[in-house]
Structures are given as C-alpha cells and as structure tokens.
C-alpha cells in the first residue's frame, strides 16, 4: 500500500468551537472545507493517518519524529480543557521512517525532546478526522531548519517507509499561510503576505511541486507562512507520482492565511521527479557562475575544497595578482547551500599581511568553524555557493542616517562588544533592521548606547 491521499489543511485553535466561542463563524468556509476533508479521510479507511506539523518539535538540523507509543494533547492553553485528545503512534511505520533515514545517512529520526503533549497544528487537524473516524494510528512529524530539498527528501523517505510496512496511509500537512493579510492581524500586513497565499495557492491547486523550490526563505520570512515546509514534505510523499488536486476554499478574514485542498495519487509519472529536476538545474548553475567567477571567489573555493576534502591549508597561488597580495584589507567569505546560509566568517580590519590569506584563513573558518553550523563535509561540496567581501576602512558616523542598507555595512559597539553586518543582505530592508540584527549579534540590548561605523564592501560572486 502507499499514500492514498494528501490533504493540505490550515490549524487556527479558534476553528474548534470550544475555543472560538461563536469566533469560528468567521471562518465557516474554512470549517465546511474542513468537515468534507474529515469525511473523505474517513471514506479512505487509512491505517494510519500521517501529520507533518510546524508546532511539532522542531530543530534546526533535524527531523523530529513522534517517539514512544502514542501523547495526549488538549486545547487547555486556548481555554478549552474540555477539548482531549489521546492518540495512539504507529510505532512499526515510525521504525522503518527511522531506520531508512538512517540507511540513507538522513537526518531524522525520535532522538531528541520527547513531546509531552500533542500541538495545535496536529490536534485541529485530528478534532475534525475523530468525529468520522475514531480509530486509528497516527504519526507526527516535525519541520526543521534544513533546506527545502531535505525536506522533499523527507517525504520520499516517508513515503518509502509505507510502502514497505504496507501501510494504507493518507498524508495531512499541517500548515497556515501567511500571517501578515490584513493590518489588524495578528502580525499586521506585508505586501508579500497576499502575494504568498497568491502564489501557494495557485501552485497547489495545480500540484506543481516543483514551484514549491522558487519560494526564497527571505520572501517567505516576509509573509510569516508557517506550513510552506510542511506542504514540500507532502510533495515529496507523491514524488514521481501524477496527482489530480483539488482547492476546497481560501480565506484570509482573521489576517491569516487559511488554506485547503486534497490530493490524489493517480499512478506513476517521471516527469514528475522534482527533486531530482532541482538538483540537475541547481547543479547546472553553480557550475556556470564557478565558471564566470573571479580570483578572489576562484581562491576561496579552492582553499574550501583542499582543506574539506585532503584536511591541508592551501598555499597563496603563485599566479595570484597583485590585488590579492599586494594589499591588506579585512574580508568575509561567505557560503551558501540550497539558497540556505552555510557559514560565513570574516574579519573587519586586516589580519593578514595580504588580502589572499585573509581569504584563504577566514574561508577555512567559515566552512569548518562558524558555531551556528556543523563544519562542511566533502558531499556538499558541489552544492556550495561562495560570495567573498573585501571590506573598505571603517569610518565613523553619528546617525542611522547615513546608512544605506545597499551601499553600508554597518559596525555597532558598546564597550568590548562589537556586531557587524554586511550590506545588501536578503531580508534585510531597513536601516532599523540592520541596527538591529548587529546588535543582537553582538549582545547589545535594544536601549543601550552604541558607537555607529559604516563601511563600504566590494563583493565578488
């Protein structure tokens, strides 16, 4: 057996009426479209009933699975006590998602926290499906911080794992959309929230998985969706599969975003291997901008993939210009993976005696020792993307106002605590945000008085 069906479902608390108490009727599109989910859910007779939720345990390098034998959940923390659940964990399926993921060296598994209670995105889901369907196993995963081809990958490890258990299976991907429609909600409005739910909803409608990649991290931080991780592990779960879909309704009357539509299997189609078709064209990208890359990117890239892959520190090339070592500047090396940042490590005034062993030693750093990563390994290699910054001179300004996001970096200092940020970064719009993400980086509260310097970058891609 396999996934008989998908469903892509929204999980506000004020939908369960115990909790919305006559606040529900706002969104009474969303709960008919919810009702006849559960109802067809139900028709299916699924074994077990799989559920990937934002709200589930989450961490950054990790897939969580549901450990032990089943959790109990309430809607308590919404002020509805009354509401309870109790749910049992198919414990067989959750082995064989473990150990494949093992087999294949994936990140996931039920190491970790232990989930003490059941969330909100996986209980709003499972309040409609019990009151048609009162018995039956569940699995429930997490999202996490990885990019968003681990989580195709996911889903096809999932779905792996139900064909080899024989598990009839429907998969609900737990999930709301943007939070930022309208001005009095919950996060006030962004011009890319409409935009978001726009564009998810038209690619699901469609089931054209493999739109779900062009969705950039920084776009999607903008709108404030919560499920778009959740909708690619569905996607993965009918990866080679065609799947006929259907949109039931879209409301945004709360400020959020509240989607719903099904899908089903309909039977083996290649041209439908999306992950397999990002890779291809990711690969063939980056193979043509190292082709048109310059010097500096050329010198950190080699450093990166001699010091990964034979464990040396490379030396300065002997054809290496005079711009490289015949000046000293401070530099940053930048690496992203998958449109995802993978390290990045620099230095703000020259410790060097020349910009080329700036590159060399902060390239080292960056792909092997920037704490908020594991270091690099060698298979990562040819999906890596390298931007290298070499830094003008400091210099020191009295206002926010003579920054520029585009043209500035900016240096914030308070006492021996100093936070840099380098200019045109994604998601990164304002001056105030700017300010602030280096002060955040350098431990500086948000009142505390702080020295501003700005400096100006040459940036090589």
């Known amino acids: 057996m396999s996934i008989a069906a998908a469903y892509m479902v929204p999980h506000p608390p004020l939908i369960v009426p115990d909790v919305g108490r006559g606040g529900e009727k706002q969104i009474e599109i969303t709960t008919a479209s919810y009702e006849r989910v559960a109802q067809e859910i139900a028709r299916l007779s699924p074994e077990t009933i799989i559920i990937s939720s934002p709200h589930a345990t989450m961490y950054a390098d990790y897939f969580h699975i549901s450990p032990g034998r089943g959790a109990k959940g309430s809607f308590a923390g919404f002020r509805a006590p009354g509401v309870k659940f109790n749910e049992d964990y198919d414990t067989e399926l959750v ?7 093992f087999e294949r060296t994936f990140p996931a598994g039920t190491m970790g926290e232990r989930d003490r209670e059941l969330d909100h995105g996986t209980m709003v889901p499972l309040y409609f499906i019990r009151k048609y369907l009162p018995a039956c196993k569940i699995v429930r995963a997490g999202l996490s911080g990885l990019p968003l081809t681990d989580h195709y990958k996911f889903g096809q490890i999932i779905r792996d794992a139900v064909e080899e258990t024989g598990r009839k299976a429907v998969y609900v991907a737990s999930g709301d959309l943007s939070h930022k429609l309208q001005e009095y909600g919950p996060y006030g409005f962004a011009p890319e929230g409409p935009e978001y739910d726009k564009r998810i909803m038209d690619v699901c409608s469609r089931a054209s998985f493999g739109e779900l990649f062009d969705f950039d991290e920084a776009f999607c931080d903008k709108a404030a969706e919560c499920g778009h991780r959740s909708f690619v592990i569905m996607a993965g779960v009918f990866d080679g599969l065609a799947v006929r879909a259907e949109q039931y309704s879209h409301e945004d009357v709360t400020g959020v975003g509240y989607g719903i539509c099904s899908f089903t299997p309909e039977g083996p189609d290649e041209s439908r291997r999306f992950l397999d078709m990002r890779l291809k064209k990711t690969e063939a990208e980056l193979e043509e901008k190292k082709a048109a890359s310059d010097e500096y990117v050329r010198l950190a890239r080699k450093t990166i993939e001699t010091y990964i892959s034979e464990g040396r520190t490379i030396d300065i090339p002997s054809d290496a210009s005079e711009e490289l070592t015949g000046r000293r500047a401070g530099a940053f090396v930048s690496i992203h993976e998958h449109g995802r940042l993978r390290g990045c490590i620099g230095t703000i005034l020259p410790t060097t005696d020349c910009v080329a062993q700036e590159i060399i030693n902060n390239a080292i750093s ?27 001179d400091p210099e020191d300004i009295s206002s926010p106002d003579e920054l520029d996001v585009k043209r500035y970096g900016v240096i914030v ?18 001056v105030e945000d700017q300010i602030d993400i280096a002060r955040r980086k350098a431990g500086i509260g948000p009142n505390e008085k702080v020295k501003l310097q700005r400096f100006e970058v040459v940036r090589h891609i």
Do not use: C, M, Q, Y
Request: charged residues 30%; negative net charge.
């Open 366 to 392: 960056a792909s092997t020792n920037d704490p908020r990563f594991d270091p690099i390994e060698s298979h990562e290699l040819k999906w890596l993307d390298i931007n290298v910054d070499i830094l003008g």
């Open 95 to 101: 082995d064989a998602i473990s150990e494949i993921a």
């Open 413 to 430: 200092t308070s006492g021996f605590r100093r936070g840099l940020l380098l200019p045109d970064l994604d998601g990164v719009d304002t």
